[in-house]
């Protein structure tokens, strides 16, 4: 074997021979190596805020304290950074009653061994956790109406605490522009019906909601006013390295330390590129390739660089193989692709109609080859996929249904990569 590339799956590698794939040009972001501790990076951004007193001045005077965090379906490294934030503010003559809260949005409640393994023994020892349910009305408030007309049902836990600080990491989102800051809020601990809205076919149809994209986004908006609703104080959003390491903190205001966080995070993972007839990708192994449901930002990502009708082949393992019933249900409902583009494109606008809507969308334009061992070849046909057992043989069907001649792009690192589309870029081949 020539020139080898890894592919991120679960929590190892696959192995692609570059040399047998002829024209291929490779994309990968700025792999910023942490050269610094990163308990020192999030400390600096802490004692530094951006646009807002630290939180050893915001604390003054508040006793319940709340601090909203990812789910598991995010590599949040929070045994980093929920102690610096704890740190940041604690004194010892005075008494805080502190609650964390997990914003699943419309996840599943993570698992008591789950909440261990993603905040350590000692958090999950010391303080109180909780878990978001969405579709639980006893855990909601009604916080009026949104200037979309959205009414905002938000966790009760905002409305009962004095203080809400929120954490989490900046990566490019499909539909949201990026993760972190507001979403922490809509969709993390909001209500189900709130979360339906923001998510609507229309919404999700805008040109403008799309990754890496905030201006005019409408979804990324409304997420922004329930933020500034639910009088989110203060956040910590990181950005993580190709291993998963902080390189970048930013703390403060909510709008202005994401607004800066994504500029970082635009700069470190955009890459020029040009449209090739196959796209080779990955969701960038585990937490986030755990399902197919997640799955679907890698295969949107590759879709912005495929040439109409090309083929994309994504690598997953899919350990929970589809992940939410609800998606799995709409997308057996029907029984073409066009028919599940029609249906998820129009109202109303129900539970994870929106990961269908996205993938319909690409499935409508490009066939998409499947290597996983979560989900099998009678699954994978049903689900309007192409299976493969091996990237070797996914490269065979590709080139199968394109011609030996055909262009090729290798994206190892998916949904964390900012594609820039310029015809200039030359190939590698």
Not at 149 to 178: C, K, M, Q, V
């Amino acid at each position: 074997m020539g020139r080898v590339q890894k592919l991120p799956y679960g929590k190892s590698f696959i192995e692609l021979d570059m040399d047998k794939l002829g024209n291929v040009q490779l994309i990968e972001p700025n792999c910023v190596v942490n050269e610094q501790d990163e308990e020192a990076i999030v400390r600096e951004a802490l004692e530094h805020p951006m646009g807002s007193l630290s939180l050893k001045e915001l604390t003054k005077g508040a006793k319940k304290i709340l601090i909203i965090t990812n789910d598991n379906t995010r590599p949040m490294p929070s045994k980093v950074t929920i102690p610096a934030i704890i740190k940041s503010f604690y004194c010892d003559e005075r008494y805080y009653d502190i609650t964390i809260l997990i914003a699943n949005g419309l996840h599943r409640e993570m698992r008591e061994e789950e909440m261990r393994e993603q905040f350590g023994e000692e958090i999950c020892s010391k303080y109180r956790i909780m878990n978001h349910n969405a579709s639980d009305r006893t855990q909601l408030v009604n916080l009026g109406r949104l200037s979309s007309g959205n009414i905002l049902w938000l966790n009760r836990l905002l409305t009962e605490h004095d203080l809400i600080i929120s954490e989490g990491f900046i990566e490019p989102h499909f539909f949201a522009g990026y993760s972190g800051g507001r979403k922490s809020i809509l969709p993390g601990v909001a209500g189900e019906e709130t979360i339906l809205h923001n998510h609507r076919p229309e919404n999700i149809a805008s040109p403008y909601a799309a990754g890496a994209t905030l201006d005019r986004n409408p979804i990324h908006q409304e997420c922004q006013e329930a933020a500034k609703v639910a009088n989110l104080a203060f956040i910590l959003n990181v950005a993580l390295d190709c291993n998963k390491k902080i390189v970048g903190a930013f703390a403060g205001d909510p709008v202005k330390a994401h607004a800066y966080g994504c500029e970082y995070v635009k700069r470190m993972m955009s890459v020029p590129a040009k449209r090739t007839d196959i796209v080779i990708t990955t969701n960038n192994g585990y937490p986030l390739d755990r399902n197919l449901y997640q799955v679907v930002k890698g295969i949107d990502t590759a879709s912005k660089i495929v040439k109409e009708g090309g083929v994309i082949i994504v690598v997953a393992e899919c350990m929970e193989k589809v992940g939410h019933k609800k998606f799995e249900e709409l997308i057996l409902s029907c029984r073409s692709v066009e028919e599940l583009y029609f249906k998820m494109s129009s109202p109303p606008s129900t539970a994870d109609k929106w990961q269908v809507q996205i993938l319909a969308r690409a499935l409508k334009k490009y066939k998409v080859i499947l290597v996983s061992d979560g989900i099998d070849q009678a699954l994978s046909e049903r689900l309007f996929l192409i299976h493969a057992v091996s990237i070797e043989e996914a490269v065979k069907k590709a080139f199968a249904l394109k011609g030996t001649g055909a262009s090729v792009t290798v994206m190892p690192e998916g949904p964390v990569t900012i594609p820039v589309v310029n015809d200039e870029v030359r190939c590698l081949g």
